[in-house]
């Protein structure tokens, strides 16, 4: 029954994609996690990965293990505010690892206070389970061309400068979600996102490029997608120009984390609520 639903749900057109079992991994353990909406490989502790909790949350990024579940490290975003913190990634750029925290859910469609909070990844002494507070961070302001959009998936390509969002639309007369694109700033700033394309998908709640940039991946409730970048092609011509393709998902609460392995060679997965277990889906690439 639930293999029916989720051919169902996959759009037509997309091409399936054979992948190798799910394999769950360590169970989270720290109780502050309770709505682990974005997830992201940390660029300098192996076997770890960053997470926030959703809308309403405290400021703070933790670090977790994905062998052990336990916290390595909580880090507090003292001049932001989790307005609606919906994903997270970390990413490359002049030789040193950045964290980008995307406070863009918006529900209701109506939001002008939308941002991207940006901080080079910190020094820590993992095995003290330090909290450290950020100092330097970075802000940019966020609009959207065309107005207001829902947004729960953002992915950087620091290769070619720019941070890409994905919409999230939902029983909408819309069913196509917009891809966005903006540049990576270098100090506090604003910006409006434009519209390089679209994908007919929704329900979009985590996206993630991996660290060589050839390969994006998403994730709604039911399914999951990949596209694969040829080299020289920027990733609004990789996804007009080819098809995505799909994966199954295993049953999770509420999930809506998604990174990809530092090889880009397999996918992790989060979900909301306390105490949920991390997963891993190995990917075969074409």
């Known amino acids: 029954m639930r293999l029916l639903l989720l051919l169902l749900l996959i759009p037509a057109g997309l091409v399936a994609q054979q992948a190798s079992p799910w394999i769950q991994l360590a169970t989270v353990q720290d109780k502050r996690i309770d709505e682990s909406s ?4 940390s660029g300098k502790y192996p076997d770890a990965v960053w997470t926030h909790n959703d809308s309403g949350g405290k400021p703070e990024v933790y670090l977790v293990s994905i062998k052990t579940g336990e916290t390595l490290a909580t880090l507090r975003v003292s001049e932001a505010r989790n307005k ?8 490359e750029k002049d030789g040193k690892s950045y964290i980008l ?7 209701d469609r109506k939001r002008k206070d939308c941002e991207l909070l940006l901080f080079p990844e910190p020094e820590l002494e ?25 947004c729960e998936g953002v992915v950087v390509d620091s290769e070619n400068g720019e941070i890409i969002l994905l919409e999230k639309v939902f029983g909408e007369k819309v069913d196509k979600a917009g891809i966005y694109s903006v540049g990576i700033p270098e100090k506090n700033s604003s910006a409006t996102a ?16 991996s660290g060589d940039g050839s390969v994006l991946a998403f994730r709604t409730y039911y399914a999951g997608f990949v596209f694969y970048r040829d080299e020289g092609q920027s990733w609004s011509e990789a996804i007009s120009q080819t098809e995505a ?11 809506e984390g998604l990174c990809l392995f530092p ?5 992790l997965l989060s979900s909301e609520k306390k105490q949920q277990p991390f997963w891993q889906i190995r990917l075969q690439r074409p």
Do not use: C, H, Y
Request: hydrophobic share 45%; no cysteine; aromatic share 6%.
């Open 263 to 267: 090889d880009g060679k397999a996918i």
């Open 245 to 255: 393709a799909p994966f199954p998902l295993p049953f999770q609460m509420q999930g």
């Open 194 to 209: 434009k519209r390089i394309g679209q994908l007919p998908v929704q329900n979009i709640t985590a996206a993630d490029i």
């Open 101 to 107: 925290i995307a406070d863009v859910g918006d529900n």
């Open 38 to 41: 974005g997830v992201a490989f």
């Open 84 to 91: 609606d913190w919906e994903d997270i990634a970390v990413f």
């Open 126 to 150: 993992i095995g003290e389970n330090p909290t450290l507070t950020i100092t330097d961070l970075i802000i940019l302001k966020l609009s959207i061309e065309g107005g207001a959009m829902n």
